[in-house]
């Protein structure tokens, strides 16, 4: 299987996303789809592609319950779900932990760790969607000179708790930390707005692509 990931479009489609169904068989989309509700056209052309293949969707912090609203009427939204596509469990965290900005979609490290825990706890090879990046990773540093992390240290324990069974984690929500990183046995990767990846489940490789014009 492969799998193509994208991350924080807010309102506006990246070039060539068109492209990913002659090659991939699921797209992922792990939040910030729109910016605060502006471009929520964008999630009919996301709906479109799912006619070819697998599109699965969580909101960001940056989506209103508008768009979660609009989501769920193409059924593409996976936050607080599970979607088994052939033997991988994808499991989708949408909005984020909380932030200075006081944006529509935020929660607790709490409410995040018990969201979680109790949708995988008994699963194995799962594919994490999350929007925030788990803590103290390359995909949640927003100062590189003074090594400052915002990410989620819900999401960080639980993929250290259940590193034995999730074996990636696809995340957003910082933009300047396009990242490849590692939990121990988990692939981290934030492919920021400039970016997609490329997780080819057989051969266990994952690849950051640039948009072009980007």
């Not at 990931?5 to 792990?30: W, Y």
């Not at 909005?95 to 194995?124: A, C, Q, R, W």
């Not at 920021?192 to 690849?207: L, Q, R």
Request: proline share 4%; hydrophobic share 35%.
């Amino acid at each position: 299987m492969k799998i193509v990931g994208i991350t924080d479009l807010h309102g506006k489609l990246p070039p060539t996303i068109n492209e990913f169904k002659d090659f991939a068989d699921v797209l992922v989309v792990c939040g910030d789809i729109t910016h605060f509700g502006k471009g929520i056209e964008i999630i009919e052309n996301l709906a479109e592609i799912s006619d070819y293949i697998e599109v699965l969707c969580i909101p960001g912090n940056c989506d209103t319950k508008e768009v979660i609203d609009e989501l769920n009427s193409y059924n593409l939204n996976i936050d607080g779900k599970v979607k088994k596509i052939e033997n991988i469990n994808f499991v989708g965290i949408g909005g984020s932990n909380k932030t200075p900005f006081n944006t529509p979609n935020e929660y607790s490290e709490e409410e995040i760790y018990n969201k979680v825990e109790n949708l995988i706890k008994n699963l194995n090879n799962i594919f994490l969607v999350s929007h925030a990046p788990p803590y103290g990773t390359m995909a949640d540093i927003i100062n590189l000179k003074d090594d400052i992390h915002v990410g989620s240290r819900a999401i960080r324990e639980i993929i250290e708790r259940f590193n034995n069974k999730i074996k990636f984690c696809a995340c957003g929500h910082i933009h300047e930390s396009r990242c490849i990183d590692k939990i121990k046995n988990t692939i981290i990767v934030n492919p920021s707005p400039k970016s997609y990846f490329i997780y080819d489940t057989k051969k266990n490789i994952v690849v950051l692509e640039d948009f072009a014009g980007l």
